[in-house]
């Protein structure tokens, strides 16, 4: 892991403080929802009560009348959509029906769609008026479960839509199945006709929310001149920019967006449920308008992640793994679009196999509209795959972390997709998990029992621009455009530190509005930290670079002739020219003006991450609760640039895992009510719920990165949910493949085995 | 709908303000004060986001009527600093990186304020069962735990000093 010519940073790999902590920590940053402009006026939407129902008619009259009430908007007030994709973030948007999911027009697909909005002097004003409008329906039969919605009877979500079949074919009859695609390498017949041992199981996940603390909000004021300004708490204002104006049919640069804090995203925080209607309601008025999601809201309307069901099949001869085979079916929610194509690609991706079949169906259901979740579509994929792997070594009674060891994929291996790995960490992963002080202590007592699981994330690349300009005093201002989410204003001022041999403490960071920078992609994917600081380091380079022309003019020498050696710049035809960083940030006025370096790319050599955890459970045999007794979570970082928000975005994304494997699930009536939308009843893991989370950090540099870095927020979601379920398979001695394994679930299946 | 007239103290100043017999603390506090350290997570109590401190007593603002502020004393998420300097739990939640997107930090540090007053000695599980109203997303609260428990000690150290 640690190589012999491993470079001796400066600043990446200590644990500065970060430079937007003190807003954070005396409540004084600016939120979403804590946005206020002079004259604001406050908007609600009315949403569908109903799964599935025709809208036949809508009685804006009494709202108009209520108290306080300026403006209504339905469907109608959009201009007609065109239908189109755009590429979002992380995923892709089809225009025409995201103008749908904003307000329905004709028919509401899911309980939580939105009919129409009123905006009023008041919020308790807009509320009131909201439940004054009048909405007749004419109600359809719903389908919530993606192996429902897949039958030939089921209830049809969109008339118009025909499955896109392998190779672009299309069937002939409406369906709900959106898409079924396949990707295959090797013969697996072949491959399971070799197998001397062949595990096959099925497997269900419910609907899960990412449960960001924040719920969505923006505010919108469309100005006379038609310009529009956004603020909003969002993970891509350069996506909420080209989403409103593709709705509202006006250019990109007539669209100002400023992002403001963000209270959590996790893939959640990309699509524009308000921006385009408060910025339609506030054009009627003539004042700004900040539309707010409750926590009810969040849970019904936003974009939660799939429920799915998986079926996995795997054959294995002398400990290495022949073939696999799955299909995974997915819930796209009301439209079509689940990340099952990427769970697909991550599923396998830790093993080296080399006969593989893998069939992916994305279903539409009387649900929300579904949108990322932290590596989307993985854990579910982890969670069957994951789990037969565990079958297979308790059933050839081998070590689960020797057999990942044997069969795991290292640079080199061919993945699904045809990719080849370069260098990556896997086997480092799961050799340190061997060699970690937790698996090397035996578990013992009644009840408990241990699980292990691994998970493989692609990490982002794409787009990034930033800016960084000298100041007189040496200071540097870093202007850039990725939202921060969980330390990145610190994760890229360390780079900048490192790349121009400056202190951390000189840089300071502003992460501005879509008018002031250029495009940046969303803070996703793992991407930013990655992506951006590679901007951020060529931006360095770019300050580097003009101020040895400058020193070399100053020198009455050739550029070349000046080096910069860890913050001096040097004349080696004369050694007794020297300057420091800050001397020549002060000389920047007579020497040419402003030194600012600025770099824009589209990231190329992204590394991929890995992860193997370890967990320990106790499981009640009388409540059915689980409890975690320990967990150990190890991932390759690449090259961790601020230590602490590593192991933050470790352990926090095992919480997740934990609370998705455990407790958290949509639970859904017959007709497709959501009866557990507060935090009350969709139970998210408490302090209570977690023991400290054991991290082990690994170094596999990034050969795409100068220091190394790899993406690494995402990853450590995808064990979990496998890791716990092999967990609680070794502690009862009973598989369980359905999600969650909630202690009603848990005591139910063992007495029914008494 | 008849306002009501209100005088309170919020962080240490006297605050009047008109609220609606059904308005919560939370609502006047955010959108009439200008007080947004204090956030809407869920609005029923249920997350703790928008905890402060009433009457020494540690709140969902949600879940209090902005009436029965009369002549009370709040603090808020703004007013635990200590003038310029910060209060030892600010600072171990910098030191420790105890955030990450930081949307729940104002309340985890009202109630870490609020526990540590009474409890500078609290140890792990009486932080966690102290906490367990306070929901955290990003960070699996490991680092929120250490941090408080890092803030106690040195809120121990100071009182000894």
Known sequence: MTSAEKPDFKVVGTRPIRPDGVEKVTGRARYGADTHPPGLAYAQILRSPHAHARIVSVDLSEAEKSPGVLAVATHSDLPAAEDKTEAVGEGAVNIKELSELILASEKVLFAGHGIAAVAAQTQNQADDAVAKIKVEYELLPAVLDVRDAMRDDAPILDESRRTKELGGETSDRPSNIAS???????????????????????????????????????????????TIAVWTSTQGPFAVRSQVAEILRRSLGSIRVTPMEIGGGFGGKMTIYLDAIAAVLSRKIGRPVKMSMSRRD?????????????RMKMGVKDGKITAAEASLTYEAGAFAGSSVGAGAMCMLAPYSIENIKLDTYDVVVNKPKTAAYRAPGAPAAAFASEQVIDEITKQLDVDPLQFRLQNSSRE??????????????????????????????????????????????FNGGMQSSVAASVN?????????????????????????????????????????????????????????????GLAVYEAGQAVVGQMKERAAKLWSVEADDVVYEEGVLKCLKDSTKEMTFKEMAAQSARTGGPIVGQASLNARGVGAAFATHIVDVEVDPDTGKTEILRYTAVQDAGKAVHPSYVEGQIQGGVAQGVGWALNEEYFYDEEGQLLNSSFLDYRMPTTLDLPMIDTIVLEVPNPGHPYGVRGVGEVPIIPPLAAVANAVADATGQRFTDLPMSPRRVVETLQELD | MARTHVVTTINGSETEFLAEPRESLLSVLRET???????????????????????GRLVNACCVLAVEAQEASITTAEGI????????????????????????????????????????????????????????RCTGYDKIIRAVQKAGEKMQQGASA
Request: glycine letters at 12%; one cysteine or more; a negative charge.
């Open chain 1, 412 to 457: 080199g291996t061919k993945m699904v997709t045809g990719m080849v790995f370069p260098t990556i960490g896997h086997e480092e992963c799961v050799q340190a998990a061997l060699d970690s002080p937790h698996y090397k202590t035996p578990i013992e007592g009644p009840n408990r029992g241990r699980g292990v699981a691994s998970g493989f994330w």
């Open chain 1, 472 to 532: 007189p005093d040496g200071s540097v201002n870093l202007t850039e455009g990725s939202p921060d989410i969980g330390g990145t204003r610190a994760s890229l001022s360390m780079q900048l530190a490192e790349s121009l041999g400056v202190s951390y403490e000189d840089i300071r960071p502003a992460v501005v509005d879509t008018d002031s920078i250029g495009h940046n992609d969303v803070t996703g994917g793992s991407r930013t930290t990655f992506a951006s």
């Open chain 1, 298 to 310: 969040v849970f019904e309307a936003s974009g939660p992640t799939s429920g799915t069901a998986i």
């Open chain 1, 180 to 226: 079924h695609s396949q990707f295959a390498a090797g013969d697996v017949e072949a491959g399971f006709a070799e197998a001397d041992l062949i595990v096959e199981r099925a497997f269900t996940t419910k609907m899960v929310h990412q449960g960001y603390i924040e719920p969505h909000s923006s505010t919108a004021m469309w100005n006379p001149d038609d």
């Open chain 2, 33 to 55: 004060l200008g007080l947004t350290g204090a956030k809407e997570g869920c609005n029923n109590g249920n997350c703790g986001a928008c905890n402060v401190l009433f009457n």
């Open chain 2, 81 to 136: 600093a200590n003038g310029a300097g910060l209060h030892p739990v600010q600072q171990a939640f910098l030191e420790e990186a105890a955030l990450q997107c930081g949307i729940c930090t104002p309340g985890f540090i009202v109630a870490a304020v609020a526990l540590l007053g009474k409890e500078p000695d609290a140890d792990e599980q009486r932080i966690r069962a102290y906490l367990a109203g306070n929901l955290c």
